[in-house]
């Protein structure tokens, strides 16, 4: 069975705070995703990877960034967290050309 | 722009109905996820087409590609049923692209 990991499945942070999510997955996938999810808007793409050090953005990077240094593992940075970014955060992976994505647990993450 | 919409947005239903969850999108896609998503959970795929239909217990996917239309069927709904169901596209690369989702409540 695929695992996608997320490093906590809550966390409380106050404005300012520099935030660290943590992503693994233990499949070999090449795609690895970090989504946010609000309600009324559903998920949103923010950042993705396709290969170890890269990413792209998605649709809304702004105030995110992101590191992936090993296949395995794929970082959410908040640089400086806002009370706009309190919200759910899923992480997702899959293999390269297969249209198929697994999730993780998420992590709802309260800015305040 | 590629758009996926889903209706209806709540649905609530007693124990033993059956359900149909609507997904409709706007161009052409490589395949399409139909995802749940328990209170408090994360999400789990519950089907991948790309053509067709699937049947996996009481629930049942179908897929019409000239109407760019998919349904979600529970036949037989359970309390444990109740959940938010997402339908995702790929538009033709390997982003999704979600619907806002479908709260199912099933009443005992």
């Known amino acids: 069975d695929v695992k996608v990991t997320q490093s906590s499945r809550y966390l409380v942070k106050r404005t300012g705070e520099k935030v660290f999510l943590e992503c693994v997955q233990d499949?070999?996938?090449?795609?690895m995703f970090w989504y946010r999810q609000d309600p009324g808007l559903g998920l949103r793409l923010i950042y993705f990877?396709?290969?170890?050090?890269?990413?792209e953005k998605g649709d809304i990077p702004e105030g995110y960034s992101v590191s992936r240094e090993k296949k395995e593992r794929f970082s959410l940075i908040l640089e400086s967290a806002s009370t706009n970014q309190t919200s759910m955060y899923l992480c997702?992976?899959?293999?390269?050309?297969?249209?198929?994505?697994?999730f993780g647990p998420g992590t709802r993450l309260t800015v305040t | 722009k590629n758009e996926v919409e889903q209706s209806p947005q709540n649905l609530t239903a007693q124990e033993g109905e059956f359900i149909t969850i609507n997904c409709s999108y706007s161009v052409g896609i490589s395949a399409l996820h139909w995802l749940q998503q328990h209170p408090g959970g994360g999400i789990v795929s519950l089907f991948m087409l790309s053509s067709g239909k699937k049947k996996h217990g009481r629930l049942i996917a179908t897929i019409n590609i000239q109407e760019k239309h998919s349904s979600l069927h529970i036949t037989a709904s359970h309390p444990r049923d109740s959940a938010v169901y997402i339908c995702a596209v790929f538009f033709g690369n390997e982003k999704l692209t979600f619907g806002t989702g479908t709260r199912l409540t099933i009443i005992p």
């Open positions: 990877s396709y290969d170890v050090k890269m990413k």
């Open positions: 499949m070999d996938h090449e795609n």
């Open positions: 997702a992976s899959g293999r390269s050309e297969i249209y198929e994505q697994y």
